[in-house]
Nanobody
Framework: QVQFVESGGGLVQPGGSLRLSCAASRSISSIYVMAWYRQAPGKERDMVAVISASGASNYADSVKGRFTISTDNAKNTMFLQMNNLKPEDTAVYYC????????????WGQGTQVTVSS
């Protein structure tokens, strides 16, 4: 079973940028859909961005135009470029498969903390 390890989070001021990485334990070229998720304090986990094996992507309305999801199949890694960060982007970010039943997933990585604050 593939495992994902997230990294790249940190503390950034509003308007700043971060790039998150998601390293997979095996090739991701055959994974049909992958996604980034986030969970803010006191809130449920939500899907942020999703990318298919063909490269098609989709985003939550709250991050559209600011976040970009991408993959590097040669490195078995997925990325999330986050620009113009806002305090409401503060959350723990996770990567995992993309699926309509993602809320039923039992296995998650440790996530990476993103804090946007002045």
């Amino acid at each position: 079973q593939v495992q994902f390890v997230e990294s790249g989070g940190g503390l950034v001021q509003p308007g700043g940028s971060l790039r998150l990485s998601c390293a997979a334990s095996r090739s991701i070229s055959s994974i049909y859909v992958m996604a980034w998720y986030r969970q803010a304090p006191g809130k449920e986990r939500d899907m942020v961005a999703v990318i298919s094996a063909s490269g098609a992507s989709n985003y939550a309305d709250s991050v559209k135009g600011r976040f970009t999801i991408s993959t590097d199949n040669a490195k078995n890694t997925m990325f999330l470029q986050m620009n113009n960060l806002k305090p409401e982007d503060t959350a723990v970010y996770y990567c995992n498969f993309g699926s309509s039943n993602w809320r039923d997933f039992l296995v998650w990585g440790q996530g990476t903390q993103v804090t946007v604050s002045s």
